[in-house]
């Protein structure tokens, strides 16, 4: 069946995104491929690849031509999409979430937004996370009590400028 | 100077936190404490600690009152107000955040909630990270390149009921 | 301490409250009383009772006596604000609530409230579900996996008119 | 005359559903077939049907191959929409809801959710009614006064996290 | 001309309506029949048939027949759409209102919403008007300083539970 | 009792209006009169008194007088705030509504306003029903089978334009 | 090259109109006529008749014929869609206007709103400005410092109903 | 009576207003002047005057001064609020607006601000009126049918730079 | 590849747009030219040509035929959608933005709005920096620390009308 | 006079103010300083200062103490308030803006922030320029036929992580 994998691509989040990238999550499922086994042929993490898979990262020429070359999609029709003069227009999906796996993320910036902040000055002084220089990273942890994910942000602590 | 601290109540968040939560804010800036110090005191995390600083989390009785004597705080006092009998009204400030630094962590939202969630449904199957059962951490990472934050979600797997 | 314990009238909900309701609170904490103690004086569920001590129900003037009796509160100053002259102007707190016991709510309307909607059509036909003539009931229902609650809405049904 | 039902996929919510999804509430309706019906050939509640028939829960691949044998729908086409490469996408329909049905719902954590939480608390502690283990049942209560919904919300209370 | 009447299925509202709802309005059209005629023919209020026509109301499987037949509609088609596996999505249009004529009645629940709401609690207590059984009515009354509409609401009042 | 009766100013619609409007609620309240009561003494309806009373409507001097005399509230105090020089600042309370009551009208707009409108056009034309010159009524019906509300508006329609 | 003018029907406002009104807008870009020249031809105003090319008038039937022809347009074409049977849904564009000369039109009413309502009430007690019985012109008034745009409302006072 | 006029500076927009401004309302209620008797004493219109005393225009040190002086309010006073360090905060009450009168304004740009954008483009071009170089103005223009408003804009138009 | 290129239509921004402005998107890519390189061909800033490309400003018919004979586009059919007829709907995307790029600059009006806006009060008095006659510039500043982006607005000053 | 001037703290967006802020803008307005007179003192831009007041940026302890020096405030107490244990709560004013001033840069955003990302892009590549380490300039510059605001963003280009 896998085969025959499709996604719908009138529906959320599809619909928002470049008809390539529905071709590669198609792919993906006919060729039962993880985002981390695609993701090593590029030298990059599962995260940064089902961003890009998203259209809110860019593959360069050469990844691009690898991904579809192991996926079996026609890499010239996808660079003629996403190629060197497509750029990601960033956001998806509706504020606020309405799934409940995005909308967890989101109750975190509320209930525990005040407290990040406030640890990162203390600890680094008036500055910010970067959300451009920033490395994301989920983790299945064994757990007898029940697994647990760990999601890491690696981002650059940036201080304002002061002029 | 710092024995006059003071927060300034009017304004935002402060406005919107019990007056107890204030002092402990003013008490700590006195003290010239950091939320690590305090935290150590009962036990716990730093993000948990200003969590709690924040109306987001609830200290027991004995916590409150470690907390409030390393501080130099009325302990009857603060728990008159956090007791027993009070449950915090979770979630603090505006949505969209206004902040840069609570912006940049919704802004994960917007730009990687999509590949987040993908990847733990590849993991883990249909459910999500719970933020209830979930520890946050935020570490400094020296790095030559500018030192970064190393910000971690640690929470339990809940796969969705079926019945 | 309980016998000082006090609300924080500034934050909310209990800024949005009449004066007698944060009075009903604190006389409440003070005692150690649980909602379901001060509702069998009346004959009213706990549920109720609790929507009442929210300002999103009435009591009757006898109720509003019993109630304030139990509690050491002065019965003609609450009726003075509480009594046949004040009808409740209910709806309390954000939407989206912010809170996540109150936002597990909201997000069973946003996933299961079209499977509900279906399943009512096909059961009853073209009406819908009072919440006016409707009692809300929430009991803990021990689990060796993890107690849990169980929370029921039994309302009307109300056919549409058709004219 | 059902022999040739037919959602209407232009308008909510079908247009925002897989076409699979559609098919299925087509098929339903010409075999007039109740989601109760339905439901148990595999097993599960009517309400968890009927919000996998709105994409809101995911079918096991055995289950989605028993629904359209049942229903007489193209099993591979069904697996190839909603297989195991498709995760739903949950959230359906505006907020706050606009049918009556769906509203009455979202009014009750208006008027109840303070009420409700307040409960929860004082049986529980500090925690959280989980949406995501969570039954949800429909029943019809025969009342002379005009019979009722029984409406059910079975859900494991989760004490927040302290680290 | 009224022969070749068309609605504009790309525009609000019928853009949001099943197709059998747009091909009632042209058949009306080019009929030249008013809601008031087809009304009678089923037994029914102008202002719930054209509530019908905007998909706001169901008719039973009869009605259907006989509005079809005096329309000239293929009524099997119409009914495969709006048969009895269909069930109404009330709400219909943007809120606030963007038309005079509908925000008109937008702006008497903004002025006069308050008024209404104590009149009704001084002459029947604490409960609501129910929109559900409730009659609505349109008529024409003469005045020689210009006619008047006349709008009428008839609707049950409903008592809070109380329990 | 009722020669206590004090109404919340803090909270809405109170904390919105000036304050001679919430010692004509307290006075009314308690004098024990009913809005038809004060509004038969100045020749008006029930439901445009109390609308004045929530700020939605302009007394006369001489109105004001009279009310103020019969509540026993200070005629000039009054004056000084909702004399000649006053205007109301129309619109009281959120939208969407969170009141059931008030709900019930907005929702009356969301299902049945293009109904009304239709059938509007179709009686008069083009044009509108004038929320300016317009009467609101409130009676109530004896029904056996519960009593009904009966809400009137009687509105000038108003041809559009055209220049 | 204007015989060939088109307007993008797939963009704001041209996808929220009927067909017919696009096929006027083209039809004058290729005749090469201004609203002015195509006005007088049915007696009106430059701005009533470009309201009417944006679907926020109603044109008569010998309007339209009128219309029609000047511009080359098939008038039964035109009439079965926007003939008798069709009402403006008048409300067009987003609000706030995200386009510079409707945003200054929007920021006259926030800056400048409050002024002119109390110079209204002042000049003509209690009522409005009617936008229903209102003429609006717009003029070129020449100044050595730049032309001026001259933008008149006219429109009939209507004072509040007392009832 | 007037001697005493207040208004109520805890609503809107009166609380969103220095306290100067409030002073000037009262006084030029007590004093039972127009604001057109106002604005003639320092050579101004009545609609900038009226913008003016909403804070929506900046005062001259000697247009404050005679104001003040007419009105009978310290001048000093006044100044030390509204002088050469105050800069209006442009923008004034809720949008959408409630209050009908500024409502109807507000409907003009949604109803006709296409048509108006229309005819500006095709009188001078790309550019758009502004409304910092404007002039706007209210008249009573006397009818038999009834009187009307004569409201005008007369602003500067602007063509868009190209550079 | 780049003859091959090509932009998603159905996506933001693209699908806002007319459609010959996709063609000019795909024409600049698969040419391999930069603004610069095109808006050199006809005098004007690079800024200006892209926000000309995305609808946001209006080509001569001169610079239109240029700008079509470079990217080989057909002029006449460039000029059929965007000629004389056609004038910009200003605004484009989503506020607040969702991407990164656009999201630092909503976020400069944010953070540094007021500061602006009294430094020019400060330096020219009561009035605005015209963004409609202003002047956009990006320059790429070569920094050893990482290089600098330097935008720049030059816009006239305009002081506000006084009457 | 000046040696008066006083700020509306009730007001925006001083309300949202430390009180300290609302005494540095008074102390400003009695001294008769400019912002760039007093960043002089501390060596930094008029900008920065000017941010610094409304609480969008941190003085240092030393820069603070200088501060309050030159305006003749007293420096412990506005350390007590905004010393190192504040930090700023960024993000002031309510989006959209009200204000024309601030608004037109919000308008800069809507209608050229697509080219400005455009061309940082084609200069930079994937991207984004900091609102964290970026310096903003006022200037006035001569023009004879009205001076201009030069407003500039000198921002680092931080490239996008790829992990």
């Given at each position: 069946?896998?085969?025959?994998?499709?996604?719908?691509i009138?529906?959320?989040?599809?619909?928002?995104?470049?008809?390539?990238?529905?071709?590669?999550?198609?792919?993906?499922?006919?060729?039962?491929?993880?985002f981390?086994?695609?993701?090593?042929?590029?030298?990059?993490?599962?995260?940064?690849?089902?961003?890009?898979?998203?259209?809110?990262?860019?593959?360069?020429?050469?990844?691009?031509?690898?991904?579809?070359?192991?996926?079996?999609?026609?890499?010239?029709?996808?660079?003629?999409?996403?190629?060197?003069?497509?750029?990601?227009?960033?956001?998806?999906?509706?504020?606020?979430?309405?799934?409940?796996?995005?909308?967890?993320?989101?109750?975190?910036?509320?209930?525990?937004?005040?407290?990040?902040?406030?640890?990162?000055?203390?600890?680094?002084?008036?500055?910010?996370?970067?959300?451009?220089?920033?490395?994301?990273?989920?983790?299945r942890?064994?757990?007898?009590?029940?697994?647990?994910?760990?999601?890491?942000?690696?981002?650059?602590?940036?201080?304002?400028?002061?002029?």
């Amino acid at each position: 069946m896998s085969s025959a994998a499709s996604v719908p691509i009138n529906t959320s989040p599809y619909a928002d995104l470049p008809q390539a990238n529905s071709a590669l999550f198609e792919a993906k499922a006919r060729k039962g491929l993880t985002f981390d086994e695609i993701a090593r042929a590029i030298g990059k993490d599962e995260v940064w690849l089902a961003a890009a898979f998203y259209g809110q990262a860019k593959f360069s020429e050469d990844e691009m031509r690898t991904v579809c070359k192991i996926l079996g999609v026609d890499s010239e029709w996808s660079l003629s999409q996403l190629g060197s003069h497509w750029w990601p227009n960033r956001g998806l999906g509706p504020m606020p979430p309405t799934d409940p796996v995005i909308y967890r993320l989101y109750e975190s910036v509320l209930v525990y937004g005040h407290a990040i902040k406030a640890v990162i000055h203390e600890k680094f002084g008036d500055g910010i996370m970067s959300m451009i220089d920033c490395k994301i990273n989920v983790e299945r942890k064994e757990d007898p009590k029940g697994d647990r994910v760990l999601l890491t942000f690696d981002g650059k602590f940036l201080p304002y400028a002061r002029w």
